[in-house]
């Protein structure tokens, strides 16, 4: 096993997301890792225990995970917004990714590093 498995390991054991079959695309709940979280104004609240996290909180934890599945895929907002399944406009997971990362190119060849 190479690194980026070892930590891909880690990450699942870490935070015991149960037997899934394979991995579902989604905003999973920071608490429970339940794909049932809701958006709402500037908050995601998670239908199936309760727990409420900032929205720019959830975008880079989903962006981590997305980094540590996809290592080699570029960071652009319209990965990051399939990968949330549309639940963010991209407008917010272009401001996210355009305070937490660095911005290379421009329109629609641009991405973050």
Not at 77 to 106: A, M, P
């Given at each position: 096993?190479?690194?980026?498995?070892?930590?891909?390991?880690?990450?699942?054991?870490?935070?015991d997301i149960?037997?899934?079959?394979?991995?579902?695309?989604?905003?999973?709940?920071?608490n429970c890792?339940?794909?049932?979280?809701?958006?709402?104004?500037?908050?995601?609240?998670?239908?199936?225990?309760?727990?409420?996290?900032?929205?720019?909180?959830?975008?880079?934890?989903?962006?981590?995970?997305?980094?540590?599945?996809?290592?080699?895929?570029?960071?652009?907002?319209?990965?990051?917004?399939?990968?949330?399944?549309?639940?963010?406009?991209?407008?917010?997971?272009?401001?996210?990714?355009?305070?937490?990362?660095?911005?290379?190119?421009?329109?629609?060849?641009?991405?973050?590093?």
């Amino acid at each position: 096993m190479n690194t980026v498995q070892h930590r891909l390991a880690h990450h699942f054991i870490q935070h015991d997301i149960g037997d899934y079959p394979h991995i579902k695309k989604g905003v999973r709940c920071c608490n429970c890792q339940h794909l049932s979280v809701e958006i709402n104004a500037r908050k995601s609240a998670c239908k199936k225990c309760g727990e409420n996290e900032q929205i720019s909180e959830s975008i880079l934890r989903n962006i981590q995970e997305l980094q540590l599945l996809f290592p080699h895929e570029k960071l652009t907002t319209n990965l990051v917004y399939d990968w949330c399944i549309e639940e963010y406009s991209k407008k917010i997971i272009r401001g996210c990714l355009e305070k937490h990362f660095q911005k290379t190119g421009v329109r629609q060849w641009t991405y973050y590093k």
